[in-house]
Nanobody, 122 residues
Framework: VQLVESGGGLVQAGGSLRLSCAAS????????MAWFRQAPGKEREFVAT????????IYADSVKGRFTISRDNAKNTVYLEMNSLKPEDTAVYYC????????????????WGQGTQVTVSS
């Protein structure tokens, strides 16, 4: 599985961005998908995950109520809608995939995109 993120950029605090992650491969629908982020000098942290059928989602407490993860299996794409952005959301955002049940720890994901930068100015 190859993953390519897009949609990052510079936004003011309180603004919104929508990240997309396009996946290659015919078995996309069998993969759980997730978003992680990594700020400079910090460890990679979990943001959100969606199960292979899209019925189950999990969010980090820091983004709950502001971010929404979704997927379109017909388009082999997963999305992260980010609202009410804060400066502390600034990070490189990575899309990840694994075959099977969704997890919140990055070590469980075998496939990664190259990342897209999100910068939130105060």
């Amino acid at each position: 599985v190859q993953l390519v993120e897009s949609g990052g950029g510079l936004v003011q605090a309180g603004g919104s961005l929508r990240l997309s992650c396009a996946a290659s491969g015919r078995t996309f629908s069998s993969y759980s998908m997730a978003w992680f982020r990594q700020a400079p000098g910090k460890e990679r942290e979990f943001v959100a995950t969606v199960s292979w059928m899209g019925g189950n989602t999990i969010y980090a407490d820091s983004v709950k109520g502001r971010f929404t993860i979704s997927r379109d299996n017909a388009k082999n794409t997963v999305y992260l809608e980010m609202n009410s952005l804060k400066p502390e959301d600034t990070a490189v955002y990575y899309c990840a995939a694994r075959n099977g049940v969704a997890y919140t720890t990055y070590t469980n994901y075998a496939y990664w995109g190259q990342g897209t930068q999100v910068t939130v100015s105060s």
